[in-house]
């Protein structure tokens, strides 16, 4: 019988070209791609404390950091940038010498520019931009760009297609989607979510708070089809999903 183990990977050189091969996204003829990647413990708690950082593995950073050495633009939404403490992007010397050109774009999507996202995001400098939805008031939206802040009006309509139009506004080839779980909820509603990068950290979560990696309006099921996996000697499981079955 063939074995169904995914193959284990560590930090050494020949273990991160498997993770770089292992994140490679789905030939497809959408573009920018929108892949999510997002983390839980095995019983699908998506934070610790109120951050998703407490679950975090090294092999998981290895994964987040690759990710964002792929993408073009993070998206996020308010309330995450917001208690992630949110900047500007990094790329980490682990995966530099496989990208060219500066550090991804942070894009944070709100529905009401409010004053503490203006107040973050004026503090963070340039390459954090507010993506705002269509119909915030132009008196907020001016306010904020007299603090320096970059704002971005997105088209009317489903926001998965207003986001994937700016990001193609942008020249942006893939938009990695960093949470939280109302904003992947509502996207992957839509149908605007292409693919979702799943890290598993090895551990079960009982008592504290309810999270959950997905939230939204009612109840629905998104088919999705593993295309990638693999597990590291300290433990975890790392996925890869294409939306759509």
């Keep these: 019988m063939r074995s169904t183990r995914p193959p284990v990977v560590d930090d050494d050189p020949a ?29 699908g708690t998506t934070t610790i404390d109120g951050r998703s950082a407490g679950l975090g593995t090294p092999t998981d950073k ?11 633009i993070i998206l996020v939404g308010s309330g995450t940038a917001i208690t992630e403490g949110y900047g500007p992007a990094r790329v ?67 926001t998965g297609a207003a986001v994937r139009s700016l990001a193609s506004r942008l020249g942006a080839d893939e938009v990695d989607l960093e949470g939280g779980p109302r904003l992947l909820g509502s996207l992957l509603l839509e149908g605007a979510v292409d693919e979702l990068v799943l890290s598993l950290a090895p551990e079960v979560i009982i008592g504290g708070e309810t999270s959950t990696l997905t939230s939204g309006p009612g109840r629905a099921r998104v088919p999705m089809r593993v295309v990638s996996a693999f597990t590291c000697p300290r433990g975890g499981l790392y996925t890869r999903w294409v939306a759509g079955g």
């Design 15 to 43: 273990a991160l070209d498997l993770i770089w091969t292992a994140l490679e996204p789905e030939p497809t003829a959408v573009t920018p791609l929108i892949r999510a990647v997002m983390i839980s413990s095995v019983d």
């Design 92 to 158: 980490s010397p682990v995966w530099a010498d496989r990208r060219t050109g500066p550090a991804p774009l942070i894009m944070v999507l709100t529905r009401e520019l409010s004053d503490r996202l203006v107040d973050h995001a004026a503090g963070a400098g340039d390459r954090v931009h507010i993506a705002a939805a269509h119909g915030v008031s132009a008196r907020r939206v001016e306010a904020a760009r007299e603090r320096g802040v970059t704002v971005h009006l997105l088209d009317p309509g489903p």
């Design 62 to 72: 290895l994964v987040y950091d690759a990710m964002r050495a792929r993408a073009d």
